[in-house]
């Protein structure tokens, strides 16, 4: 028997990514890396500013906002938002359900600050009345840092509730949108949402190199001199790119590029609403595709988000993870494994370039490698 094997569009012999980021773009994402620019000039420039105010509008903070590019990664932007807006004379509240959260405060850790945890389970998202309490019993906090979407899950958090609990003991709020930001529903402004962290791979859809935080102008403008480190320091990224409309240090060229090629696409889908009804889409499809063969999403329909979705493993002795994960990748699939602590799961990220027709060619792909796997049993393991 041959394996059918099935790729994007355009890039027909590469699987699909169904991960947390990077994910697949689109062939007019990718073609626009293929000339070089120079990281002085006037049109790279001008790409830049479109990103950034492009960036702004989507959170709706045109007003009294400011957007800061960076090299590296979404977790760069995590340690550099911490470093400039985390206070020194103060705690940060550090709130935790995931992989994510739990670098955050790595990140903090690294850098002395103090801070509070409050850690919920995995699957189990935080209350705004317990941030409540344990603001009113810490006075001394200053600021609340929140994941909007922990992607170890896919769970989705109450942002809104406690973004208005934090205000009004006068925090400010510092969200981690990595895997939101573009997707979900999201206005700094209504929201009060003071810092927000975001990355070019997730759901915009571009592909990895740099992160942008939007935060308060006011904020960033007294941050100046807050950070521990010379090359996260939002300030000084800021006043620079103000100044001469460049990042300092050398840009990510190819990827600022196909960012912009990537908001084109993002604004013609119609923003972060006509992006979130594809990935609804898209979700249910996975979710109902992969419990119509059996296996069961650990979240239910309500608690997890549009954005990647954590299955049971099978308690099958015959199932392997690197054996399905193999037998995935053939078919022209890359799923994740699964990042809980507590119980083994695999996860599939329905972010990316992609429909809900691809999500029900994986559930084909799925039931074909289980069944050359010989899994009979798929209920969960314990
Ligand atoms: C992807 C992601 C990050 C950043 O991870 P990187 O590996 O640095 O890209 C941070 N938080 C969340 C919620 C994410 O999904």
Redesign the pocket.
Known sequence: MTIQFRGPAGQETTPYLLT??PLTTTPAVKEAMLRDWGSWDADLRAVVASIRSDLLDIADAAQGFECVLLQG????G?EAALGSFAPKNKKTLMLTNGA?GE?AIKALSYMNRDFISYETDELEAPSAEEVAALLKSNPDIGAVFL?Q???TSGIVNPIEDIAAVAQKTGCIVIL?A??SFGAMDLSMKRMGIDVLIS?AN?CIEGVPGFTYILARRDLLEASQGASHSLSLDLYEQWAYMQKSGQFRYTPPTHTLVAFAKALEQHKAEGGAPGRLARYKKTAKALRDGMRRIGLTPLLGDNETGPIIQTFATPRDPNFDFTRFYEGLKQRGFIIYPGKLTKKPSFRVGNMGALDHEVMEMLVDATEATLKAMNIKDLTPAE
């Open positions: 947390p980021g990664s979404g977790s760069y995590v994510y670098r994941v979407c922990e992607t981690d990595m895997s990355s997730k």
